[in-house]
């Protein structure tokens, strides 16, 4: 087992909340393996509200994240499966830093769109070590998570297209928040048809508080 000191360096050197670093392993000359525990030792019931539960069962599994200076660093987690004292459900707890069934972490994929964003696909997966299909993988699931997490509001609307991707499914534009700088929508077309649809998908109450749109569609890079 590695010294206190060194697992403590590490917890900060990872700067995940609530998270502490308990082992960590070198897979191989480039890639690091660090065991996380939640600090939390209790969860809060989402079916009654209440926060005595037992631990019911442990789910190790491994999730990719942002490299540590040459290393490429996969994480070690567990989601505890939780047992409510009170109403007796089965829940699994929800960590801050991961979106439920998805094998990187959260900072990881904003950090890949926003690449891909700025160069191309095959950059990016050079750059991460992953493959060309694992940051397709990546983008789709993104895609799928802004459409469920709809803008309640946008001010300044940006539209700017994306490099096409190799093989796989196409992104061609992407629809940016220009206030907070991220992404609020991927789309498979840069066509008016297309983005139209989107907006209009969005309603009026939120069409109607953007004050400003930048279209910086099909510009030579
Ligand atoms: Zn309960």
């Not at 994480?75 to 990187?104: A, D, G, M, P």
Request: a positive charge.
């Amino acid at each position: 087992m590695p010294s206190n000191p060194l697992l403590h360096f590490i917890t900060k050197a990872i700067n995940l909340q609530d998270i502490k670093v308990i082992n960590y392993d070198f897979i191989t000359d480039s890639e690091i393996l660090i065991e996380l525990e939640n600090k939390h030792k209790e969860g809060e019931c989402p079916h009654c509200r209440n926060t005595k539960v037992t631990v019911h069962q442990n789910h190790w599994h491994i999730v990719r994240d942002i490299p540590l200076s040459y290393y490429q660093v996969f994480l070690k987690v567990n989601r505890r499966q939780f047992k409510c004292k009170k109403c007796k459900k089965v829940f699994s707890e929800k960590l801050s830093f991961i979106k439920t069934r998805r094998s990187y972490t959260k900072r990881l994929a904003s950090k890949v769109v926003g690449e891909v964003l700025e160069t191309n696909v095959e950059n990016v997966a050079r750059k991460n070590r992953m493959t060309v299909s694992e940051i397709e993988t990546l983008l789709k699931e993104y895609e799928a998570d802004l459409l469920s997490e709809r803008p309640r509001k946008i001010k300044k609307l940006g539209i700017d297209e994306i490099t096409q991707l190799k093989g796989g499914k196409n992104y061609a534009a992407v629809l940016v928040d220009l206030d907070t700088r991220k992404p609020i929508a991927l789309l498979e077309k840069r066509n008016k048809a297309v983005i139209a649809e989107y907006l209009f998908s969005l309603g009026s109450e939120i069409l109607e508080q953007i004050e400003e749109v930048s279209i910086d569609l099909w510009k030579q890079r």
